[in-house]
C-alpha cells in the first residue's frame, strides 16, 4: 500500500489530509501527517483572539479530533531525502528516527519575517500561532489593571501603548481589534479615559491593506483616526531597544506592546529537503502543485500553501504567484487531495486556478470593511460579512458551532476581560507557599583532645599525671613528691532555690543545647 507523507498541519496539509480520507477508498494509500503542534490554528481568527473575540481553543482544529483515519505524528521533520525517499522525524522528547515513503507533500507553512530592528527580536511578539493571540490578549488586561493603580505619567503612558508594524490585512485587522477592545476595557476602568491609550501602527509604504482599491484603505484610516488610532505612513521601524520605539521620522515613544506583522517568509524547514527552491526559500511547483526542478516535473513530490511558489493562472498574483493567504492554502489543500488520488489510480491532473473572492476584513465589534471589484462594503454590513464567511469557513460543525455560540454569547454577555497571562509561570503560586525541607543544622565541631596531662593550647600540665598500673608516677614525674590527697569535708547542704531564680536556672542551664529551630 503506497505511503503518503504529509509535512505540516497547517491549512494546506490539514486540508489534504482531511479531503483523501473522504475521497481515497478502504486500503487505497496509507496517510501521515507530522507537524510539531496537535492543531491546525485558523489565523484569520487571531486578531478577534487577541480582542477577546473568541476564545483560543475555539480557533484551533484539532488534528486527532478530526483526522480519523490518518496517522498524527506530533513532532518536527527535519530532514526529507527525496533521493531516498526518506524523511527523519525528530520529537520534543525522545530520539529521532526516519520514515520511509512513496509520495510526499510539503505544506510546512510560513514563520514570521522580521528584519535586523535593535530590540524587535527581544521586545516584539509576532501574531501567526494561537500562543501569541492568547498572549497579547493577556498582556493588554494586564497592563490596564497595571495602569489603573498608577498616576499619570511615564510609567502608565507605556503599559497603555500599543504599537503594530505593519500595515497589510493582518496588521490592521489586530490594530483595529485591539482599539476596540480597549474602548471596551474603559467602561470597566473608570481611572482612565481614551486619552490615556495610545494606539500606533507603522507601515512602511504610501498605504494599508493593498488588497483593496486606495478609496477603501483611505476609509479604514479615517475610520482608525476616529476611534484615536494613529496609523504612521511611510514610516520604519528604527528601533525597538527596551521598548522605546524609534520612528525613521524622528519621533520616539515608549511601548510595552509591540505586535510585528510585517511578513511572512517560507518555513526555514524546507532548506533540509533536496527539493528545489527560488530565491526566496520556496519550492519550485507547477500549476499541478507537482514540485518541479526547471521544467523537469520531480517524481512524486507534491507542495502547496505557503511554503510553495504556485503559479497564480489569473494573472493576478504578485509576481505572478500566488499570495500567501488561507483562502488559497485551504483550496490548494483540497485541490491538492484530487490530484494525489487521480495519481494514484493513473487519471490525469488538473491546474490549479481561483479568482480571488475579494477581501473582507473585520476592524472591530461592529465595523469592517468587505471589497470585491467594485463593490464595497463598509461598517457594519462589512463586519457581518466577514464573520458570515469566516465562520463557514471553518473546517467542521464542532468548531462552527463552538465559535457562532461564543459570538452570541458575547453579543449579551459582552467580551470575558479576565488575564490569564500567569498561565506563562503556572507553578507560581504553587512554589510561593509550598514548604521545603528546612536547611540542615551543621553540629558544632568536637574540641580536639589534648594530650594526657594536657590542656588543650595550654604549655603546661593542667591536671597531675595519672599513675600507672602499678601506683608509680609517670615517667617524668618520678623526682616530685607524691601529694598528699586534702581529707575530704563533708558535703554542705543545698540552699533552696528561690522561684524567682527558676527560670534563670533553667535559661542558663539551656545555653549550651540546640534546638531544631536554631
Known amino acids: 500500500m503506497p505511503k503518503i507523507l504529509i509535512v505540516g498541519g497547517g491549512y494546506a496539509g490539514f486540508y489534504t489530509a482531511w479531503k483523501l480520507e473522504k475521497w481515497l477508498r478502504a486500503g487505497e494509500a496509507e496517510v501521515t501527517i507530522v507537524d510539531p503542534l496537535p492543531y491546525m490554528t485558523y489565523q484569520p481568527f487571531l486578531p478577534e483572539v487577541a480582542a477577546g473575540s473568541i476564545e483560543p481553543r475555539h480557533a484551533v482544529v484539532s488534528l486527532r479530533r478530526h483526522l480519523k483515519k490518518t496517522n498524527v505524528v506530533t513532532a518536527k521533520v527535519t530532514k526529507v531525502d527525496h533521493a531516498t525517499k526518506t524523511a527523519t522525524i525528530t520529537p520534543e522528547v525522545g530520539d529521532p528516527w526516519t520514515v520511509d515513503y512513496d509520495q510526499v507533500v510539503m505544506t510546512a507553512g510560513a514563520v514570521s519575517r522580521t528584519f535586523p530592528i535593535p530590540g524587535v527580536a527581544d521586545e516584539a511578539i509576532g501574531l501567526k500561532t494561537i500562543e501569541e493571540a492568547a498572549a497579547i490578549r493577556d498582556k493588554l488586561l494586564t497592563n490596564f489593571a497595571a495602569a489603573a493603580n498608577l498616576p499619570a505619567g511615564a510609567a502608565r503612558d507605556r503599559l497603555l501603548t500599543v504599537t503594530v508594524v505593519g500595515g497589510g490585512f493582518a496588521g490592521i485587522e489586530v490594530f483595529a481589534e485591539l482599539r476596540s477592545f480597549a474602548s471596551d ?41 476616529e476611534r484615536a488610532a494613529t496609523v504612521h505612513l511611510d514610516t520604519q521601524l528604527k528601533s525597538a531597544v527596551g521598548g522605546v520605539i524609534e520612528l525613521s521620522t524622528g519621533e520616539s515613544f515608549e511601548s510595552d506592546l509591540i505586535v510585528w506583522t510585517a511578513g511572512v517568509m517560507a518555513n526555514p524547514m524546507v532548506r533540509s529537503t533536496d527539493l528545489p527552491l527560488e530565491e526566496r526559500g520556496r519550492i519550485t511547483v507547477k500549476a499541478d502543485l507537482r514540485v518541479v526542478d526547471g521544467d523537469t516535473v520531480v517524481p512524486d513530490a507534491w507542495a502547496c500553501g505557503d511554503v510553495a511558489a504556485t503559479p497564480d493562472l489569473t494573472g493576478k498574483g504578485v509576481g505572478g504567484f500566488c499570495v500567501p493567504n488561507a483562502q488559497h492554502a485551504v483550496r490548494m489543500g483540497k485541490h491538492l487531495a484530487k490530484n494525489i488520488t487521480a495519481s494514484l489510480r493513473g487519471e490525469g491532473v488538473a491546474d490549479y486556478r481561483h479568482d480571488n473572492l475579494g477581501a473582507v476584513a473585520g476592524l472591530g465589534v461592529g465595523v469592517g470593511v468587505f471589497q470585491s471589484g467594485k463593490f464595497v462594503l463598509k461598517g457594519l454590513p462589512a463586519w457581518a460579512a466577514h464573520r458570515g464567511y469566516h465562520g463557514l469557513a471553518m473546517p467542521s460543525f464542532e468548531r462552527k458551532f463552538r465559535v457562532a455560540t461564543g459570538w452570541w454569547n458575547n453579543m449579551w454577555l459582552g467580551r470575558d476581560i479576565v488575564s490569564l497571562d500567569n498561565r506563562e509561570r503556572p507553578r507560581a503560586a504553587f512554589e510561593e507557599f509550598a514548604s521545603r525541607p528546612k536547611a540542615a543544622v551543621a553540629e558544632p565541631a568536637a574540641p580536639a583532645t589534648p594530650e594526657i596531662g594536657k590542656a588543650a593550647g595550654e604549655p603546661g600540665p593542667a591536671y597531675a599525671n595519672p599513675a600507672d598500673e602499678k601506683g608509680a608516677p609517670a615517667e617524668g614525674d618520678a623526682e616530685k613528691p607524691a601529694r598528699k590527697a586534702p581529707a575530704r569535708k563533708p558535703a554542705a547542704k543545698k540552699p533552696a532555690v528561690k522561684k524567682d531564680d527558676e527560670a534563670a536556672v533553667a535559661a542558663d542551664a539551656g545555653r549550651g543545647s540546640l534546638s531544631t529551630s536554631d
Open 185 to 225: 476595557l474603559l467602561k470597566k476602568y473608570p481611572q482612565l479615559t481614551i486619552d490615556d491609550t495610545h494606539f500606533h501602527l507603522v507601515e512602511a509604504m504610501g498605504r494599508i491593506m493593498p488588497e483593496v482599491s486606495l478609496e477603501t484603505s483611505h476609509w479604514v484610516l479615517k475610520n482608525l483616526a
